[in-house]
């Protein structure tokens, strides 16, 4: 069974870090694009970061987050560093063979495989 584990989620103040990791397990994803999206009370899922041949950044954490991956371990982390309060989501793990820098990857759009996320909450 395929799946994918975020871990790493929890309280932070504003202009702490906090490192996530997905786990992937139930086959290798080396050829898949793997990306982090979030999701804040009351508004819609949006793309955090993508890591295929590149990596890619939503505007609103370029600077501040950076995706990594090792295919040896199949896990992708996402470290993020001087969290605002806006940050403030259910972050989620996501795989799909479609190309890591394509409009309907960044939209989340039809992808292979979800994890069930983790909390990330930036006080203020």
């Known amino acids: 069974q395929v799946q994918l584990v975020e871990s790493g989620g929890g309280l932070v103040q504003a202009g702490g870090s906090l490192r996530l990791s997905c786990a992937a397990s139930?086959?290798?994803?080396?050829?898949?694009?793997m990306g982090w999206f979030r999701q804040a009370p009351g508004k819609e899922r949006e793309f955090v970061a993508a890591?295929?041949?590149?990596?890619s950044y939503a505007d609103s954490v370029k600077g501040r987050f950076t995706i990594s991956r090792d295919n040896a371990k199949n896990t992708v982390t996402l470290q993020m560093n001087s969290l605002k309060p806006e940050d403030t989501a259910v972050y989620y793990c996501?795989?799909?063979?479609?190309?890591?820098?394509?409009?309907?990857?960044?939209?989340?759009?039809?992808?292979?495989?979800w994890g069930k996320g983790t909390l990330v909450t930036v006080s203020s």
């Open positions: 996501a795989a799909d063979r479609s190309t890591y820098y394509s409009a309907d990857f960044r939209r989340g759009n039809g992808m292979d495989y």
């Open positions: 139930g086959r290798t994803f080396t050829s898949y694009a």
């Open positions: 890591i295929g041949g590149g990596t």
